[in-house]
């Protein structure tokens, strides 16, 4: 029977009839913030004043009037990956974004997000897109060429066509409509009912790995390739001109091209051609080449992965490494695609200060965060990239790399290495202990204690302990220094070592790669291949993907560990970032959160609960929204009004996830119906903070039974505000 609590399911069926099923109207929301680097550039689109920009770490929109950019993420907007690979701009404005995890479609109000389980796409991986006059819409992806009229599907691939590869990497119609197709395994024309193919075999292109490809004036194809060896034979690439007849191939031995790794192709409206390889940008008019490198030019990086020519013939050029570079025949700027306007990538070890600034390793030197601004404090030295980070009890950064330390008082760098105290080794991890001592736990070489004055190394030959390579520390409060080993657990009370491992205890595994110690003194133990494990001082527990819900994650590879202050432990895979309390394991990855990549290498948590989180950037993570610290002060991320979002992914197949914000603690009501109305799962029924927040359904009812495939309700209700939104369920 239906009840008042229902929202009026049945009423609001006819008014939301019209809704597209297809369509996710979607905002992470400020649970999560991602920083991502914008250096890597990969695909670009011009829209009037606008350069729409693809990125490793997201979608930027640079708007070439005034200089400012908008970012969008996989935390800040419905995009389903950070990583992108290609961008077209429909006629009605819509940008079409190929990413690798699916194809979305925003039209700078909702987003729409096409992937393998709510359309035929074949693949997730989409390299190309290209539209006809017609508008449909041609999809390169891994799995084969796509056709979408904005209905249907059509798929080609190797099997029922005449597709020479199903790695499509390029498409451009010519005048005639025909598509000229690049794959990884030679070129094809499709007419829409015969192939043509030109490869290896049958023709004179120089490589089957088709890179770009671009239409002339008169007819004529460039024809980007790279450099391939299939069959034991190798294929040297280069840049190719075909007119119908007859190949001109153009390499590093035959012209000025240098390299014959070419990865793009752009044609001025002057009518020359421009190129991009991995040594630089190569302008091509007919006659004469101009390369232009990092020696002789202002071009931020040599390896070139797009070009885009605008309206007044200005050079867009995206590298990898180097962001975005505009070039107008005369004068360079440039233009940094990242959100933290950091030129510097992110390295894989993160701290936090007694001022709550983040301080976080780089192959360069520092970077510093205070809550709005990032600063970067280069090091001193040749040798930059940092392995190892710790803060002592004067906030004093110690580094560490390969054969040498330093530290940073936020001012002045301070070299301490000396090759008779400490080993000539590269140093894996650095902690301080409760009396300011600094351990350094090495590759190869044991581990040494530095006091402030006097060095002392331990190893293999001087102590029991049973390794030299030393992969994680840490100092519990009785003082005791507890050393990850590649040949188990030790600890060391500063006289005695206690060696635990495979044989003589309950630990999983000898291959110990991160140990956390929680508020009442348990040890938990992160290992390669065997998993989690507890240690109390007399039991152990082990936990892995055979008898917990822990992720699969190359074996049971733990990378990272630590807990927060309410002791739930915080756990670091390859498969994405787990939560423990004990009782459930709740999983985050790139598919299901703001996350912006699975490979988890670190997570630190601040005063305020953020989880900062090492993912290829820094994904930041906090129930009810994140909460940046600047000096004393603080900037919250609260919401200002009650918000129910549409679910994503919709269509969905196995799970989708409804975020939802609400300005006040509140109860909170999100319930399931069928189109008839009937209650079929109560998903949430509790008071939350504050913020931002997020519940999944897996298609299950109340009973724990799967339910059919079909059109669902799900309603929010929470103190003066009710809505309704619309589910759909394939199988």
Not at 297 to 304: I, R
Not at 618 to 630: K, T
Request: contains cysteine.
């Amino acid at each position: 029977m239906m009840t008042k609590r229902s929202c009026k399911v049945l009423h609001l069926i006819f008014n939301l009839i019209i809704i597209s099923i297809a369509t996710i109207v979607y905002s992470q929301g400020a649970e999560w913030v991602n920083f991502t680097s914008g250096r890597k550039v990969t695909a670009l689109a011009i829209d009037g004043n606008h350069i729409w920009i693809g990125t490793t770490g997201g979608l930027v929109n640079l708007d070439t009037s005034t200089g400012n950019m908008i970012f969008y993420n996989k935390a800040n907007s419905g995009l389903p990956n950070n990583n992108i690979y290609s961008i077209m701009i429909d006629s009605s404005g819509n940008k079409w974004i190929g990413t690798s995890y699916g194809l979305a479609i925003y039209d700078e109000v909702y987003w729409t997000v096409y992937d393998t389980s709510n359309s035929k796409l074949p693949s997730n991986i989409i390299r190309c897109l290209a539209f006809d006059k017609n508008g449909n819409k041609w999809i390169g992806t891994d799995g084969g060429l796509v056709k979408f009229d904005g209905s249907n599907w059509i798929v080609y691939n190797e099997n029922n066509s005449g597709l020479p590869n199903n790695i499509v990497s390029v498409i451009k119609l010519d005048e005639l409509g025909n598509k000229w197709i690049g794959t990884w395994g030679g070129l094809a024309v499709f007419d829409d009912s015969s192939w043509t193919v030109y490869d290896i075999y049958n023709s004179e292109i120089p490589s089957p790995r088709i890179n770009d490809l671009e239409i002339d004036d008169q007819g004529n194809k460039w024809v980007a390739t790279e450099e391939y060896e299939v069959a034991y034979k190798y294929y040297g690439g280069g840049f190719a001109k075909f007119d119908g007849n007859e190949w001109t191939v153009y390499n590093s031995d035959n012209s000025s091209l240098p390299s014959n790794n070419n990865y793009t192709i752009a044609i001025d409206n002057d009518g020359s051609k421009w190129i991009g390889t991995d040594y630089g940008l190569v302008n091509f008019d007919g006659l004469n080449w101009v390369v232009y490198d990092t020696w002789n030019s202002e071009l931020p990086n040599d390896n070139v992965s797009d070009i885009i020519i605008d309206n007044y013939n200005n050079k867009w050029i995206g590298t990898l490494g180097g962001g975005l570079s505009k070039f107008d025949g005369v004068n360079w700027s440039q233009h940094n695609p990242s959100n933290t306007g950091l030129t510097q990538d992110f390295g894989c070890q993160i701290v936090i200060d007694k001022e709550k600034n983040i301080w976080v390793s780089s192959c360069w030197g520092l970077i510093k965060f205070d809550g709005i601004n990032w600063h970067f404090h280069e090091i001193p030295t040749k040798q930059k990239c940092i392995t190892a980070i710790a803060i002592d009890k004067k906030d004093v950064i110690w580094v560490g790399a390969a054969d040498w330390v330093w530290n940073f008082d936020g001012q002045n760098w301070t070299f301490l290495k000396s090759f008779n105290l400490i080993p000539p080794d590269k140093i894996n991890t650095i902690i301080i202990d409760k009396q300011d001592n600094k351990w350094f736990g090495f590759l190869l070489s044991g581990l040494s204690k530095f006091d402030g004055i006097n060095w002392t190394t331990y190893n293999t030959d001087n102590s029991n302990l049973p390794c030299n390579t030393i992969s994680s520390m840490i100092s519990d409060v009785q003082g005791n220094i507890w050393i990850g080993t590649n040949s188990g657990l030790v600890k060391f009370d500063s006289s005695n070592w206690t060696i635990y491992n495979s044989e003589n205890s309950g630990l999983p595994g000898n291959h110990v790669s991160c140990i956390a110690i929680d508020s009442i003194e348990n040890i938990w133990i992160g290992t390669i291949y065997d998993g989690l494990a507890k240690f109390d001082g007399f039991n152990w527990t082990t936990f892995n993907s055979n008898n917990t819900d822990l992720p699969h994650s190359i074996i049971n590879t733990i990378n990272t560990v630590t807990v927060d202050e309410h002791n739930n432990i915080w756990i670091g895979t390859y498969d994405g970032l787990v939560k423990f309390d004990g009782l459930t394991w709740n999983i985050f990855n790139k598919y299901n959160s703001g996350l912006s990549g699975n490979t988890i290498q670190k997570i630190v948590i601040d005063n305020k609960g953020n989880k900062w989180i090492m993912d290829g950037g820094i994904s930041v993570y906090r129930e009810g929204g994140v909460i940046l610290n600047i000096k004393n002060q603080s900037t919250s991320y609260l919401p200002s009004s009650f918000k129910l979002y549409q679910n994503y992914p919709n269509p969905f197949n196995a799970f989708t996830t409804i975020n939802f914000q609400i300005p006040k603690s509140s109860k909170v009501t999100i319930k399931i119906y069928d189109i008839l109305g009937r209650e079929v799962r109560t998903l949430v029924d509790y008071f939350y903070s504050a913020g931002n927040h997020s519940t999944t359904w897996d298609g299950l009812d109340n009973l724990g039974h799967k339910v059919s495939s079909g059109v669902y309700f799900y309603c929010m209700e929470s103190i003066d505000f009710k809505e309704v939104k619309k589910a759909l369920l394939l199988k």
